[in-house]
């Protein structure tokens, strides 16, 4: 579901104004015989890899978001590790003009099973990649992964 309900239901109230929201993204990672892949999706959008994210829903906890994103997305099993970095991201102006910008909870997780192919419309696209031999992605979303692989014992914050 590209949309969630509750942000449609906001929309109706607020327009196309700026939207506070919570977000999950989850650099999945497993191990392959030459080292460490990274599991990417194809932004239907966009056409960007990026690691999969979402919107948290209303309750939810960011980290089970992020196992859910990657089922839904990417039609593979997951299990968050740790957060990694948690982050605020510029404003992201929408083709329609809405806005909106994301506390962005960064986990890196473990596959734990399933072939990735595109699950739900949202990616055309969906593979990993050994973590030396990344396709091409935005600043942002390389950064994403670079921290999830560096892994180091503390979050990083900002």
């Not at 970095?85 to 003009?97: R, S």
């Not at 396709?135 to 914050?157: F, G, I, S, Y």
Request: glycine share 8%; charged share 20%.
């Amino acid at each position: 579901m590209p949309t969630p309900d509750f942000i449609l239901d906001l929309r109706a109230k607020v327009g196309s104004s700026r939207l506070w929201l919570s977000g999950a993204t989850a650099v999945v990672v497993r191990e392959a015989a030459d080292g460490e892949e990274v599991l990417l999706v194809r932004r239907a959008d966009t056409g960007e890899w990026s690691p999969v994210a979402g919107i948290v829903d209303p309750g939810e906890h960011p980290h089970l978001a992020a196992v859910r994103e990657v089922a839904e997305e990417a039609g593979v099993q997951a299990a968050v590790d740790r957060l990694v970095w948690l982050t605020v991201t510029g404003v992201i102006t929408y083709a329609n003009g809405d806005q909106t910008q994301y506390i962005d909870h960064v986990f890196r997780c473990s596959w734990v099973g399933g072939d990735p192919y595109p699950a739900d419309g949202e990616a055309t696209a969906a593979a990993f990649f050994p973590a030396a031999a990344l396709p091409e992605m935005t600043a942002r979303h390389l950064e994403q992964v670079r921290v999830a692989l560096a892994n180091q014992p503390e979050a990083r914050l900002g």
